[in-house]
């Protein structure tokens, strides 16, 4: 009721509240019993189908009038937003509402505003009709969506090259809706027709440039900084998944499928994922058992990633696991009782249609413990900064314990070199001693040596004068 009343009065305010409310209600999977107790549930979801449905031509015709005389794009997406949630919970109780579903999600998939929304609840018609393509309804739902292949052509030709985030995930969103309609049989001799030509083949571009830049493919940065958003890296591996599917059915993709196999930056965008959130690794684990691709590269550049997505401590890990689980907060017992006899009252006066009569009050109360719950959730996110804070300078720790070690390895390679040096002079200490002792010990024989010569030139001067006089005396004596 207050879905509808938000909705005709373009409140988009109250109805996000309101959608926000309800995704995070339904998303406990405790209370999804809760819409299929509901005797009202699949003929207020038809009205509001049809509620909604009685808006578009008006707002699709006259763009200026949504703020006036229909609702706004806000309301459609968020409404679209609430649509999917309830398939995602409970799509058999909707399956005889596909065909109107999709012609509904259809008349928004070229609104840049609600076109991702649009996109991914016809994805979700289009699994669910590839398991049972039997079915009427689904049958009518896919043959609704053959007419608007060219549709969707243009659409891709369009965001081949997204220059927005919303654009890159609006074509994330096309490339897995191409992919699940191909898994449909009755449909996918019209896909492979409708994707012949370059239009896929543009997506992949940016692959081939020197880097993943803005002006090829908006990038986001997570708390390490350097690592591509989760959208982008959905994108390129709904792309690659949808290449492997069409090769499987047309070898005319074989060579493509080929090339972006080997492609180093696939290698990059897989080994990102695989260190990514659950769904993209799964995805990443599907591509990763083709046969063409090689594992060993994929494990190769995650190791060189490894630094920017290594854990942290065991207790960081500990501290960051509770916020990453927030769902709602701990209430009391008498909190918790108080709450469950406020639902049960709730739902005895819907089951009895005397919806009318909730109070006001209760349900603000109900949007009160709403607006405690995203307080929680805000501290759990300050809390992960705290933790991703700690994350980056345990990071910046480790780079200096590096660092460190490699001047202790250093220090003790010169602490090693220098006692050598220092023994060497040592011996070449003694040495000297050892020279100089000879040398001392040659200067006394040296001296020794010298005053016998002296002493041996003053005989043989003496010897000499002896001489003369000798030989004068013989001359004499001659004479």
Not at 165 to 185: D, N, P, V, W
Not at 236 to 254: F, K, M
Not at 372 to 377: D, G, Y
Not at 405 to 433: H, I, N, P
């Amino acid at each position: 009721m207050y879905v509808f009343e938000a909705f005709k009065n373009n409140d988009s305010i109250l109805l996000r509240q309101i959608v926000g409310f309800f995704v995070d209600a339904v998303a406990q999977s405790k209370n999804t019993h809760i819409l299929r107790e509901y005797k009202q549930y699949k003929p207020q979801v038809e009205a509001l189908l049809d509620l909604v449905d009685n808006n578009i031509s008006h707002s699709s015709e006259d763009p200026e009038s949504c703020s006036r005389d229909t609702n706004s794009p806000e309301c459609i997406s968020l409404l679209l937003e609430f649509i999917h949630s309830l398939m995602r919970h409970d799509i058999e109780s909707l399956t005889h509402l596909h065909p109107k579903i999709s012609r509904l999600a259809i008349n928004w998939v070229n609104s840049d505003w609600v076109s991702f929304q649009a996109l991914i609840i016809l994805t979700k018609i289009v699994e669910k009709a590839a398991e049972e393509e039997n079915d009427t309804y689904n049958c009518e739902a896919l043959q609704t969506l053959v007419v608007s292949l060219p549709a969707f052509s243009l659409l891709l030709q369009s965001n081949a090259l997204p220059s927005s985030m919303e654009s890159c995930r609006r074509l994330g969103a096309l490339l897995r809706l191409f992919r699940a309609l191909l898994q449909a049989g009755s449909v996918r001799v019209n896909v492979l027709q409708l994707l012949k030509g370059n239009a896929l083949e543009k997506v992949f571009v940016p692959l081939q440039s020197d880097s993943l830049g803005l002006e090829c493919l908006p990038t986001l940065r997570c708390e390490n900084g350097d690592v591509s958003s989760t959208d982008a890296v959905y994108t390129y591996l709904y792309g690659l998944a949808l290449v492997n599917e069409l090769a499987q059915h047309d070898a005319s993709w074989l060579g493509m499928q080929s090339t972006l196999m080997e492609n180093r930056k696939i290698h990059m965008i897989i080994a990102q994922a695989l260190y990514g959130a659950t769904s993209v690794k799964n995805l990443a684990l599907e591509i990763c058992r083709h046969p063409s691709l090689s594992v060993k590269k994929v494990a190769s550049t995650m190791s060189l990633l490894q630094p920017m997505f290594e854990d942290v401590t065991e207790t960081s890990t500990k501290r960051q696991q509770p916020f990453q689980e927030v769902g709602f907060t701990t209430l009391s017992s008498a909190q918790m009782e108080k709450f469950d006899d406020m639902l049960h009252q709730m739902k005895r006066l819907i089951e009895e249609n005397n919806a009318g009569d909730i109070v006001t009050s209760k349900v603000m109360e109900l949007f009160e413990y709403k607006l405690v719950t995203l307080a929680f959730a805000e501290k759990a996110a300050l809390s992960s900064v705290e933790v991703a804070t700690e994350r980056m300078v345990a990071g910046q720790i480790k780079v200096l314990e590096g660092q460190l070690k490699g001047k202790e390895k250093a220090l003790a390679e010169c602490t090693e070199q220098l006692t050598e040096r220092d023994r060497q002079v040592k011996d070449l200490s003694e040495t000297v001693a050892k020279l100089k002792e000879q040398v001392a010990k040659k200067e006394q024989v040296i001296n020794k040596l010298v005053e016998s010569g002296n002493k041996s030139e003053k005989n043989l001067q003496k010897t000499e004068e002896l001489l003369k006089k000798a030989n004068a005396d013989i001359k004499n004596l001659n004479s």
